[in-house]
């Protein structure tokens, strides 16, 4: 085990003194704050945070660990990951980038390979990775096509239960919505969701029947008693407007159960009265945004020889203004769909600031991997720095934000209720076996 920059004493009761904290992250702690910054020393014992105090008021006897103004994060929460995709690129490659070519290759795998062996092999090696750059919560979608929904979603129950103490876990059915009216297999995802204790999904199209496919989404699950989490509007298609037709149904319905809606990419491309209303209707009807920047930046407006003319993320400071809650996560990871990624939320931090130009100022920019993420998933105790929560922290040598942005923050560590981990990443030739090398 290395750790890192800095050696946190091993004992029951000590401080993490001299610490920087992004203050988006802090409850119940109040310091003079410079960029969305606070000083603060933090009280670790018997692996709960027992206090945060200003510079210099920890009890002297305590064990010290001098951050020297070095950042402490609260661990992650990473709201939108594909976890049964991740890292078939190697075996079933994107052929062109492209959000048809990733359907394809998409499809080609999951027939071809996703066996039980296979889908936790690589989900294993997905919470690993995850684990180790410090996330503790994840929502992933599977692929809910029968029989991949059964195969999958037991899978799932298997890695939740055996990751419970490390990783908190959610899943989501993700299947196109006109395959509701197979009653029969309609009824069967939803017993396997419900006996799961996960969410219903699904990809919203534009069609004539979108409206009748909403009103029966919504009434089933308020019928259930499960939330709503649904990939929507991830095209450049000014004409997509299914994100519109999700609030009025949720309006329509008056389903008070959580609604979340990812990408909603179509959105930026449309103009300023048709946003303006859309925006508008999101914060009336409750509905949470989860923008996925590195996947979006990477499929939407991709054109063969052609340069991207967009970035291809929704509108997320709109909708921020508006009150919606709104998030950004890692999406896929080393598939058709995104050929890159490792599930690091610094990683997706990062880029969503230069991406999504959450900088100038960055004052609570750090809320969109950490609080906005865990309360809109229902973890309020997760993502937060305060008193009486578990000791869950990440250290980080940067002390300012321009430090922190500049470097993928490798020497980290991670605390665990109060431990240090060992943050070795998963060596990828351990997937050669399913994947090939």
């Known amino acids: 085990m290395t750790y890192s920059f800095i050696s946190p004493p091993n004992a029951g009761r000590f401080v993490l003194s001299n610490a920087t ?27 709960i945070i027992a206090g945060v105090l200003p510079p210099g008021e920890a009890p002297v006897e305590l064990a010290k660990s001098d951050l020297k103004e070095g950042m402490v994060w609260p661990c992650f929460a990473d709201m939108h990951t594909h976890l049964d995709k991740g890292h078939i690129w190697p075996r079933n490659a994107n052929p ?4 048809p070519g990733a359907l394809e290759a998409v499809r ?41 929904h059964r195969i999958s979603f037991e899978v799932f129950a298997e890695m939740r239960e055996a990751w419970k103490d490390r990783i908190a876990l ?9 395959n509701m009216a197979d009653a029969a297999y309609f009824a069967d995802l939803v017993a396997v969701v419900r006996e799961t204790g996960g969410l219903i999904g699904g990809v919203t199209r534009m069609s004539a029947a979108l409206d009748s496919q909403l009103d029966m989404l919504f009434r089933t699950a308020a019928d259930t008693g499960l939330d709503v989490d649904l990939h929507v509007d991830e095209t450049d298609d000014p004409a997509a407007e299914t994100l519109k037709a999700i609030t009025q149904a949720v309006l329509r319905n008056r389903f008070d159960g959580k609604v979340t809606a990812g990408h909603c990419c179509s959105l930026a491309r449309q103009d300023e009265e048709t946003t303006k209303r859309t925006v508008d209707l999101v914060a009336e009807a409750g509905i949470a945004i989860v923008s996925l920047p590195m996947c979006n930046m990477y499929l939407q407006d991709r054109y ?25 996560a890692s999406d896929n990871t080393r598939d058709p769909f995104y050929a890159y990624g490792d599930l690091d939320p610094v990683e997706v ?35 937060r720095i305060a008193v009486g929560a578990s000791a869950d922290l990440v250290l980080f040598s940067a002390r300012r934000w321009s430090e922190f942005l500049s470097r993928p923050q490798s020497d980290r560590v991670v605390l665990r209720r109060g431990k240090v981990i060992d943050r070795s990443l998963p060596d990828y030739r351990e997937l050669d076996s399913v994947i090939g090398a």
Do not use: N
């Open 21 to 47: 904290l992004p203050a988006a992250a802090v409850t119940g702690y109040q310091g003079p704050v410079v960029e969305g910054l606070v000083r603060a020393d933090i009280v670790i014992a018997d692996g």
């Open 96 to 99: 062109d980038g492209t959000f």
């Open 108 to 148: 080609a795998d999951r027939e071809a390979h996703w066996s039980a062996a296979d889908v936790k092999k690589r989900m294993e090696f997905s919470l690993r990775s995850a684990y180790a750059h410090g996330t503790s919560l994840i929502r992933t979608h599977l692929d809910s096509l029968a029989p991949q």
């Open 170 to 178: 959610q899943a989501v059915a993700l299947f196109p919505m006109e």
């Open 304 to 328: 063969c020889g052609r340069t991207p003319r967009w970035r291809g993320v929704t509108l997320f400071k709109e909708l921020a203004a508006a009150g919606v809650a709104t998030a950004v």
């Open 349 to 383: 931090f990062r880029e969503a600031v230069r991406i999504l130009h959450l900088d100038h100022p960055l004052d609570t920019a750090a809320r969109v991997v950490t609080t906005s993420p865990a309360d809109i998933l229902g973890r309020p105790d997760v993502g």
